[in-house]
């Protein structure tokens, strides 16, 4: 979502906008993880420390930090959560490709994919991260997170088609691309097409339902359209999920006014 854009002002108290554009990154915290995966970071600090996930020191903090290949681990999580599958389970499963991992390790030296020299590049602000993402495309390489990728360059260059082509071809590539979504859903609402913004914002919450930055942005498309009790029910469900937040005050305020409009926002 655009920071200098006056969404905010249908709600009836200015909280502002809670996540702009996701991309696919090379590093991510606890924090972030949680977010996206609605795990609680007791079981991410669990399969931490257990070694079941593998995670680098944070060179921003102290804490845990996941890179691309963490990352698919939770995106295999999630699709055995939409499966039915336990905590137990998916615990168990994730040892077992761990060893098979570690029998693995030392057979080879692993160089870097075009996408994952991409994300490094990206990170970096290096022009070359595009044609990188274009190498990993053609060479079958994340296809769909590359797309996701070049949507955000191109949106950060100001081309809001190609962005929008990037997104789409993502979702091609992988029709679950929880960020594809966001991002579709970000930029229907940025133009005003909040029907469609609606439906990649809910596209995001069935795939993936603990995904907590999706919720406020979807409580903002649904008042736009005069569906209160969803506007609410959206939000309230951020709040479930980010009860730390550190705007909660304001958040509580504006969902009593959402539940009660003749009660004004203070």
Not at 94 to 110: D, I, K, P, S
Not at 193 to 217: C, D, K, M
């Amino acid at each position: 979502m655009n920071e200098n854009s006056n969404k905010v002002l249908s709600f009836p108290s200015p909280v502002p906008a809670k996540a702009d554009y996701q991309r696919v990154k090379s590093n991510y915290s606890i924090r972030e993880i949680k977010q996206l995966f609605g795990l609680s970071e007791r079981t991410i600090r669990r399969w931490t420390e257990q070694g079941i996930i593998q995670a680098t020191p944070s060179p921003e903090s102290k804490d845990f930090s996941f890179d691309f290949h963490a990352l698919t681990q939770f995106r295999r999580v999630r699709e055995l959560r939409s499966q039915g599958q336990s905590i137990r389970q998916i615990e168990a499963e994730l040892q077992g490709q761990l060893n098979l991992f570690r029998a693995e390790v030392g057979r080879l030296a692993r160089l870097l994919t075009p996408f994952e020299e991409a994300l490094l590049l990206h990170e970096q602000g290096d022009p070359k991260a595009a044609d990188c993402y274009m190498e990993a495309i053609s060479e079958g390489d994340n296809v769909a997170e590359a797309y996701c990728n070049l949507g955000i360059i191109n949106l950060e260059q100001g081309n809001i088609a190609k962005a929008l082509d990037n997104f789409t071809l993502s979702l091609k590539g992988d029709p679950r691309h929880v960020e594809a979504h966001y991002n579709l859903g970000n930029l229907y609402y940025d133009a005003g097409e909040l029907l469609l913004a609606r439906l990649h914002y809910e596209a995001a919450t069935q795939i993936e339902p603990g995904f907590s930055l999706v919720y406020f942005n979807l409580a903002l498309v649904y008042h736009k359209l005069g569906e209160g009790a969803a506007a609410s029910a959206a939000l309230e469900k951020y709040m479930q999920l980010e009860p730390d937040d550190e705007e909660i005050e304001a958040l509580k305020q504006l969902l009593r006014a959402l539940q009660d409009p003749r009660r004004p926002a203070r």
